[in-house]
């Protein structure tokens, strides 16, 4: 028996001495409460734990340092006391304008970096004048459909000096082209261009479900923009890997866990095939997550994010440049954790959520506001979101001190857990032939439907409780005041789209579409002509339905039982 085993021994009997002496007793005059004590995504909790829970584990190659691989304190060594998380409020709703006047807003009240949220119809490639999009045009979001639109919503807004985010998907290649032509003509090189387009379309077919092309041929659109921009825009991050949806979903914390490092892997993998050096783009790579309620199992899924990242990165896909190691994540709070009852209650979740991501690492930080479950947020419930971030950065101290929680035996045994449990999703995964594969087979929709069916049933017979809505239940009074967004706002958007086509070059509009399905039926990058027909005033739809000849529509197949 070694010096560890004899320790490891001793603490374990210890702890059975207590168990026996000291909790079977008190549990006589006092039996625990009648409840699942587990995670909200169902992982079992123990009662207590001890160094044996973490027995046989090193903590120099498990935990490690802040800074070091494997990054499970966080990837910068001075964390937050060198510099707090970016506070990136989500903004965009009715046209351009309205949402400049938010960005501006959001900039004055202490906001670092700016989130742009596009409306429904902007989502799925279609223009504010197709029939398909009565009913939503700025509802849910800012409505895009030329450079014009583009121009005006970043206005006054000087791009070489801000960070921008823009949560746009299927018709990213659009929108990554519009804010490169909104740069030349504030006079911006493309190198100086820092932000983030989320461009993951894989958890699209996963959980979103807005996409245009097939998995294969959109593949294709993301990884020509990674090249493009690894050699044209270095400080641009080519796409934010997102758990975030697939949580909202309905997965659990280790579905979104594993489902979003694999979405990174094919990714990686993609860039790899199409002949590029994995250091010259997987440093350019960022990832969105979820915090949800359950405050120690986030803390613990961001945590063993990093480290899961590291190891494959290293191992899998022989990187070296210690920034291709690097996860580097943004974090939203839960939106489906928010309820219509009783919405003051948002406030307190969102805080508790805001709290978990912080102490769990995130470089970035979206606070929800009180009312989202019920309309596109108000100013003022925006500036208590923001507020929210700037108490627990300012006031709560937790910024003070590298991952406090670090060598808690329950957030190292929590943080083992997770890793291990996501590690046997991706190994499935891999055995199936990828993220793709996995995808056609409908082997993670399945998951997540699976795991939403067990989390509704459990607050259906109370298992589990949200408060307001199957608890504590008295009191729900009328919403607060709610942001609505008028008819008027659709009839003056699709105005403006139809003066841009009056006025736009019809010659050079016309080339420009005719040479991009020349590039989209050829192996050439379909970034440039993109761009050109972007200068052209091509609108969202045009380019998005020029390309469908060539790349296909998708059409989900049946998810299995």
């Not at 702890?15 to 169902?42: G, H, I, Q, Y």
């Not at 890997?241 to 990714?267: C, K, M, N, P, W």
Request: hydrophobic letters at 40%; one cysteine or more.
């Amino acid at each position: 028996m070694t010096r560890d085993d004899g320790k490891t021994a001793v603490r374990a009997s210890a702890r059975r001495d207590w168990e026996e002496k000291v909790l079977a007793p008190a549990l006589k005059d006092r039996p625990e409460r009648d409840v699942a004590f587990t995670t909200v995504s169902d992982l079992p909790i123990e009662r207590i734990y001890t160094p044996e829970d973490l027995a046989g584990r090193d903590p120099s190659r498990e935990i490690g340092l802040p800074g070091e691989p494997p990054y499970t304190r966080g990837i910068h060594p001075s964390m937050y006391r060198g510099r707090v998380w970016t506070m990136r409020q989500f903004a965009g709703f009715g046209s351009a304008r309205d949402t400049n006047e938010r960005f501006r807003y959001l900039l004055d009240h202490g906001q670092t970096g700016l989130s742009t949220a596009f409306d429904l119809p902007t989502l799925m490639g279609r223009d504010s004048d197709d029939p398909l999009a009565d009913g939503e045009v700025g509802r849910e979001g800012v409505a895009i459909d030329t450079l014009e639109d583009m121009e005006t919503l970043f206005a006054g807004i000087p791009l070489g000096r801000v960070s921008t985010s823009m949560t746009i998907n299927a018709p990213a290649v659009v929108f990554l082209a519009m804010y490169l032509a909104v740069a030349e003509k504030q006079g911006v090189p493309f190198e100086a261009l820092e932000g983030t387009i989320q461009n993951d379309i894989l958890k699209e077919y996963i959980a979103q479900k807005e996409w245009i092309y097939p998995p294969v041929p959109s593949m294709r659109i993301i990884t020509d923009m990674i090249d493009f921009c690894t050699a044209r825009v270095p400080k641009w991050n080519t796409i934010s890997i997102s758990g975030y949806h697939i949580r909202e979903a309905g997965s659990t914390a280790v579905q979104e866990l594993a489902f979003t490092l694999a979405d990174g892997l094919a990714y990686v993998q993609a860039g790899i095939e199409r002949g590029l050096a994995v250091d010259a783009f997987a440093p350019r790579l960022s990832f969105f997550f979820n915090s949800h309620i359950d405050f120690f199992e986030e803390i613990a899924k961001l945590r063993a994010a990093r480290r899961m990242w590291c190891r494959f990165m290293q191992d899998r896909f022989g990187a070296r440049n210690p920034r291709s190691w690097t996860l580097r994540t943004h974090v939203q709070t839960a939106g489906c954790s928010l309820t219509a009852q009783q919405p003051y209650n948002n406030v307190v979740r969102v805080t508790v959520q805001a709290l978990a991501a912080a102490l769990g690492g995130t470089q970035s930080l979206h606070t929800n506001s009180l009312d989202e479950t019920l309309a596109l947020p108000s100013e003022e419930s925006v500036r208590i979101a923001l507020r929210t971030q700037q108490i627990v950065a300012e006031e709560s101290g937790v910024t003070n001190t590298i991952d406090p929680l670090g060598g808690s035996y329950f957030v190292e045994s929590l943080t083992d857990r997770m890793e291990e449990a996501a590690h046997q999703y991706i190994r499935a995964i891999d055995a199936m032939g990828g993220m793709v594969t996995a995808i056609e087979q409908g082997y993670p929709q399945k998951e997540i439907a699976d795991a939403a069916f067990r989390y509704q049933r459990q607050l259906d017979t109370g298992e589990k409780t949200l408060v307001g809505v199957n608890k504590y239940t008295e009191g729900n009074g009328p919403p607060p005041p709610l942001l609505r967004i008028s008819d008027e706002v659709e009839r003056d958007q699709r105005d403006r789209l139809q003066a841009v086509r009056r006025r736009r070059d019809a010659g050079r509009h016309r080339r420009a579409l005719h040479d991009l399905v020349a590039a989209a039926r050829s192996r050439d990058n379909i970034v440039p002509p993109v761009l050109e027909a972007v200068r052209a005033y091509a609108s969202v739809q045009e380019i998005c339905d020029a390309l469908r000849p060539v790349f296909g529509s998708y059409r989900e197949g049946k998810v299995p039982l």
